[in-house]
């Protein structure tokens, strides 16, 4: 029995706007996900310090990174840089809840962070489980690109061993026969207290104590008066940022640096001069960077940090601005597609990087191989005087990918 027309053609309408809507949204989602890949933006997650003792590191390593990124014109391989922000306080009990909240929530397509080791142990672990792509531009924890490596994960700063074994050879040389360490008790501070102990003893000398306090305290006096004490023959200190600009100026109000020379990785010196002041004056450092290294590349990068931001660049600044450098790579080999993870991760892989600091390649476990300078601070310079060790490979124990 043939129906009323309009009772029959009212569901009819309705299915019919049912799959004009189905598939105006399958066209979206087509659009979508060609945008992704051909002009969306990147999103970078910064999880990096804005404030505590190591604020002004995550200032530098931020700045550094959008340099590069504005020298470029904004855009990487021809993709806009979105960024994310997250400040992780440099407090690895808040790792995890803050990584993510750039994967989960925000979905970065790369981690960028952090400063402090035990928070960037966090985030790779969260990075390793989620696949998601991450640069360190600065946390030394040697596992990083050791035993926790992994094919997603980059580093473009340094192992804490590295600036540390070097020192260790240079003190070694200058003929000290026993030395004693003091840093914070966490895996910067023991990793390069260990790296230090590595490369004295390799070269004859004797480590006597090694002196801890907590991340990131800084009432060093107690342990000063153990120092004055025993009188090593040289003291190898590890602090960065706050905590470095109150040691070195401990260290000379008590009057140990007329007695028993200090020495330390350049995060002892780097960024900090302004407010050491005399404290400071021609102590020696070991480190991936100095302030003039009067290279073209180095001068140009130098001018341009300086005239943006009016401060003059520092080591924290070169591993934020080589982090952009690295991205930009494995972008370009994957032709701007982000999610082509493979080729983005074999273009970073084979990378070679034009730094400032001067050019480097990455180890098997994706940690820079590189100079290790010695440095005397000089004014408020970090002057080169040498090199400690040419293209040094940290050993990368553990690492399987
Ligand atoms: C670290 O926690 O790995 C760390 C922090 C500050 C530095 C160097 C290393 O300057």
Redo the contacts with the bound molecule.
């Keep these: 029995m043939p129906s009323h027309p309009i009772l029959l053609s009212a569901p009819l309408l309705v299915t019919r706007r049912v799959q004009a809507v189905v598939a105006a949204i399958a066209l979206l989602s087509v659009g979508a996900a060609g945008a992704q890949s051909a002009g969306a933006p990147v999103k970078v997650g910064l999880m990096l310090p804005a404030t505590g003792t ?1 604020a002004s ?1 995550g200032t530098m390593i931020e700045n550094g990174f959008k340099l590069y990124v504005a020298e470029q014109g904004g855009k990487l391989a021809g993709r806009e840089i979105q960024y994310f922000r997250v400040d992780d306080e ?1 407090e690895p009990a808040k790792a995890t809840e803050n990584v993510n909240k750039l994967v989960k929530r925000d979905q970065v397509d790369v981690l960028v962070g952090s ?6 142990l966090g985030m790779a672990k969260v990075a390793r489980d989620t696949g998601t792509l991450m640069i360190v531009p ?4 040697d596992a990083l690109t050791g035993a926790m490596c992994a094919k997603n994960i980059f580093r473009t ?2 192992t ?1 061993w590295q600036p540390a074994y070097a020192m260790g050879k240079v003190v070694a040389e200058r003929s000290h026969k026993t030395a004693m360490t003091i840093t914070w008790n ?4 023991l990793e ?1 207290a260990k790296g230090f102990v590595d490369g004295f003893e390799k070269g004859g000398g004797k480590v006597t104590q090694n002196l801890t306090l907590p991340f990131p305290n800084v009432e060093f006096q107690a342990l000063l008066t153990q120092i004055a004490a025993q009188k090593p023959d040289a003291v190898y200190a ?1 602090f ?2 706050g905590g ?1 600009v109150k040691f070195v100026k401990d260290y000379a109000a008590a009057g140990l640096n007329k007695t028993i020379p200090l020495y330390g ?1 350049g ?1 002892l010196t ?1 960024g900090t001069l302004e407010a050491q002041g005399d404290a400071a004056q021609g102590m020696l450092t070991t480190l991936h960077y100095a302030d003039n290294l009067n290279t073209p590349r180095d001068n140009a990068f130098r001018l341009n940090f300086a005239k943006t931001y009016k401060v003059n660049a520092d ?2 600044a070169v591993q934020g601005y080589d982090a952009a450098q690295l991205l930009a790579v494995g972008l370009k080999a994957a032709g701007g597609d982000i999610k082509n993870m493979e080729k983005v991760i074999a273009g970073m892989s084979s990378a070679q990087i034009d730094s400032p600091r001067g050019k480097f390649s990455l180890s098997a476990g994706h940690n820079p191989i590189q100079d290790i300078y010695l440095r005397q601070v000089k004014g408020k310079n970090n002057e080169l005087k040498g090199m400690a060790i040419k293209a040094l490979a940290d050993p990368g124990k553990g690492c399987k990918m």
């Design positions: 190591y590191l440099s400063v402090h080791s035990g928070v960037a600065n946390a030394g924890a700063s340094f804490n966490y895996a910067a501070g390069s590890f960065a940022g470095a990785p995060f780097d080591v924290y």
